[in-house]
Every structure is written in C-alpha cells, then in structure tokens.
C-alpha cells in the first residue's frame, strides 16, 4: 500500500471514544473471565492523550521510582510511565528510598516471576514506616489477575494503588485517586481493546528505541497468561509507527525494535486486512535508521510476503526471534500452538532459502503436563535440526486461569529440572559454536557503552545480536563501528577497533 491509497483511507481512520461512559470507582477489580472473552467490537483510536489540566504539576517537588520485571513490552510500558509521570511534574530516582511514588511494573509469566514481586513487596513495608506519605503501586500483568489483586488487598497493605495494563494512560487520575483516599485505588480494565496513542515517553536510552505495532494476543497458547493480562490483538495504524520510527531515527537512534507479543499478527484487526507485517517492514526498511527488528513472532503467522521483504536486507537484520516452545508434534498441539514439528521445519527452510545469511533464535518449553522422554528428545533434535544460536529456556509454570492449569501432569519437577538442564547443554554448545567461525571476521558493532565487566573496553552487539567486547575511544558510543575479531569465547566475541563504519557492509 502506498501513500496516496492510506491516505485514501484504506487504513483504519481514528475512531475516538468517549471515556467518560466509564463508572470510575476506586475499586474496578480484574476479571480473567471478561479478559478471556474476545468480541467483535470495534477497535477505538484514541489520539489525543494529554494530561489533563487539574493534575498538572501534580509532581513538583516529588521523585518517582520504577522497577520493571518481565519482557521489553513491559520495558516499554515503563518508558510510557515515566513519561505521564513527567508531564506531572515528578523528577526521576535510583534510589528507592529517596521516591515520593514508587511503581513496580510486574510480570505474569511464570510463578518465580510473581514471587520476585512479592518479594520486593515485602521489603518496601518497612520504608512505607518509614516515610508514610509515600505512594506505592503495583502495575503490569500481575495487577490483571484477580487472585493477585486480592493476595495485595489482604497481606500487603503498604500498597495505595493497583493499577492494570489497560489503565496507564489513567495514571494521573489514579494517582489524584490514591493521594485522597484512605483506601487501596484498584483500577484494572479487563476487557479493554483500545489503542491510546500520542502517548508521552520517557526513553531509558539514545541509542536504541522500542516502537509497540501492536498490543494484546488472540492465540491462547494453553499454558500461557498473556492473552489475559494483555486483552485483544489490536494493531496500531501504519501511519502512526512509521511517523515514531522517523522521529527516532531524526534524533539519532540507531536501532529500533518494533514489538508485540505476536507480531505477525500485525494487521489482521483491520478491517481490510490485507496491510500486513510485509507492508509495514517494507516501508520501514526505507527509512533512514541502520537497523530495525522486531519481537516476537509466531510460526503460525510468518507468511511468505514477510519472508520476500525480509530478504531485502538493508536496515532489516538477518536475526529472527521464532519461538517454537517443543519439537513434539503432539505437545505442540496440547500448547494449541496449531504448527506442528515438520510445518514448522517447512518455514524455517522457506526462511532459511529466502536469507541464507539468517540467524534463528527461540523460546523453549520443557516439562510440559505429561511430556514423555521421547517427546523432550524430539526438541532437542529440533534445536539442533535447525541450527539455532540461541535459546531462552524455560520449565512450565501453571498459571491459574489457563487450561493447561488444570491438566493433571505426571512430571516430577526433579525431572523437569533434569530435561532443563540437559537442553541447557545442548543450547549453551551450540552458542558457543556459532561463534567460532567469526574469528578474524571483520563485523559492524553497534556500541552501546562501556563493558559492564572493564570499563576500559567497549561493547556492543552484531545485527546477529552478538555481545563484541573491544578496545576504542568513548566518543564511538552511540555508533556503528567495525571491529575485527580476534577470540570467540563462550558467551561473547573479543576484537580489535578498526574504525566507525562508512557504508560498506561486511559480516553481520
Ligand atoms: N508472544 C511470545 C511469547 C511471550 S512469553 C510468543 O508467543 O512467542 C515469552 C516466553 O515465555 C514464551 O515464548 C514461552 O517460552 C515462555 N512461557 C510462556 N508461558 C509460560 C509458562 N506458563 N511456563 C513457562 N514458560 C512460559
Ligand atoms: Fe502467549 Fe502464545 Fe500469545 Fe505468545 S502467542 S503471548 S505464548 S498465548
Ligand atoms: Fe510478562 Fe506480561 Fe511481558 S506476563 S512476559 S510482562 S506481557
């Protein structure tokens, strides 16, 4: 689709809606019955959000504090935040115990991931004691689930406000909320599905930037909690993300990540929807920014358009992030994945035809309820079949409200633990072999700071996402520079600082 045909208005036009109908109590609690529920309602625009006149300078004089767990959606929702907290007037602190409002954007995913918050939790009662005027808040996935809403309404009484992924653009009057009432504020959305946009944002970094496509997930994976805590898919217009990638490349960023928790979905709530994923990598790959990725994407919807464009190159990096979960065929389909071990292996030979040069990377379930030996093994053959460089690997954690909770499970966790660490092996092996052949490679490092380890030494990361540590001035942070490799270690590559990139392209 080209400009004249969007601005003909093939694409969604804003649809605005009225916020008001909503009964605004400080008691909304969530419902992971209504966050199930996927209706037919029209996707609403919201494209004004401003701060509204009575909160303004709200902040003056007050220091917030953020602490994010769980993936870079969240990541991202914190930047969004910090931004509405700024707009208030409130200044930004390291230090938790130096905050006016202290916020801690949560993640559902597993149940170490709960238990990291409760922790924390825990250790903020004794600085409420301490300084009784301070607001705190819980927000992020966890605030979508009724079971947590009530644990903190019962044990942890140190907290003034909950408030739910659906919900940030409502901070400000939240926070009014909280600083009048006596009570706990709970303000969870449940089914909301609605895209807020010109949303203010605080940005972690100048170097590379995060841009939401979409929100929400419609897939219902039987073991997972997102499409509860996340409500709807619902795409953001093109309009509006190629309009944010230009501004971010104006203000010198050199890496943008689109994200959403599906996004090869990207479109499909349109109501023509035929302007896809292709359609929007294909006009982001003409802006003027040197590398645009995405995360994370589905199997289920790479279609072949997305390949072909893919397989341009440029700015688009050769490194996919495709998660797969399990090589069993049968697992796969309890997970609802709806793919199956050779399907699968069909799109990563499509895709591997298409980019030759072309990194894969995965996500890993193991001890799914009732896997078999012989099933865990498949996934292992899998992981080596196709070759991937890299894997985050999990044990499944039931989480409540998800048929996969409920299935009974004849897998020890001794087990689970055993099959962890034996995938472990294989994916920490295969790594480290992937990047053997770089020795004496030239490659392009994006430089992002210095080492956490020497602050002598630089790093940074390939289009490939591979950490280079080397030696050079601190003027090339922020910059594309190449660096020619000199050791392959385990985790990471060491190098020698030739010089910052001028056009041509080496290995990636
Ligand atoms: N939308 C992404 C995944 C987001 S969650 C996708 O579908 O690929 C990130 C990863 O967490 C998943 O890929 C999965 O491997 C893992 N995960 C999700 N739910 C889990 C659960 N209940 N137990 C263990 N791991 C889980
Ligand atoms: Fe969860 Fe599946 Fe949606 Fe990914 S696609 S967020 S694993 S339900
Ligand atoms: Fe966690 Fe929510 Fe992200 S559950 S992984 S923070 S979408």
Redesign the pocket.
Known sequence: MNEEQRLAGQVPLAKEKDYSQYFQSVYTPPSLKEAKKRGKEEIFYHVDFAIDEQYRGMGVGRKFYIRT???Q??EHDTEVIAGILVGLGYESTNDVKDADVVLLNT???REN?ENKVFGELGHYKSLKIDRPDMLIGVC??MSQEESVVNKILKTYDQVDMVFGTHNIHRLPSILNEAYLSKEMVVEVWSKEGDIIENLPRVRKGSIKGWVNIMYGCDKFCTYC??PY??GKERSRRPEDIIQEVRQLAAAGYQEITLLG?NVNAYGKDFEDGEYRLGDLMDELRKIDIPRIRFTTSHPRDFDDQLIEVLAKGGNLVDHIHLPVQSGSTEILKIMSRKYSRESFLELVSKIKRAIPNVTLTTDIIVGFPNETEEQFEETISLYKEVGFDMAFTYIYSPREGTPAARMQDNVSMEVKKDRLQRLNTVVNGLSAEALKPYKGKVVNVLVEGESKRNKEVLSGYTEKSKLVNFRAPACVIGKIVQVRITDAKSWSLDGEYIGILEEEKVMS
């Open positions: 767990f769980g993936c959606m969240n993640c559902a995913i991931a992020g996935c909690i997102v805590t996340r928790q």
